[in-house]
């Protein structure tokens, strides 16, 4: 990918984020309040959990929301002040959008 190519570079790097975030593992309320401090587990990756992994749908699903959110936006964009933003969106879909319609695609 060429270093200049903005629009690819801000949407690949959403979507990574948005993969990332749909990867983790939920937290459950209750360990989030806590409990005595000598009940704490310790040690060297004594609090890590494993995180999901997603299906290739799940991936494609991710993938099609953030595009889907993108042309939502630009879309809602009307006003002449905000062109360029909306322009920015929809080449920013588009590139999401050819990532799944390439070869391979789901």
Do not use: C, Y
């Not at 494993?50 to 953030?66: I, K, N, Q, T």
């Amino acid at each position: 990918m060429r270093a200049r190519d903005k629009a690819a570079v801000s949407a690949l790097r959403a979507t990574l984020a948005a993969l990332d975030n749909a990867e983790a593992v939920p937290v459950d309320e209750a360990e989030l309040r806590g409990s005595a401090i000598e009940h704490a587990p310790v040690g060297a990756g004594a609090t890590e959990a494993a995180r999901r992994e997603l299906s290739e749908r799940g991936v494609v699903d991710v993938v099609r929301a953030e595009a889907a959110e993108r042309l939502e936006i630009a879309a809602q964009s009307t006003a002449p002040a905000h062109a360029d933003r909306a322009a920015r969106l929809r080449a920013e879909a588009a590139v999401l959008l050819r990532f799944l319609d390439g070869p391979g695609a789901a």
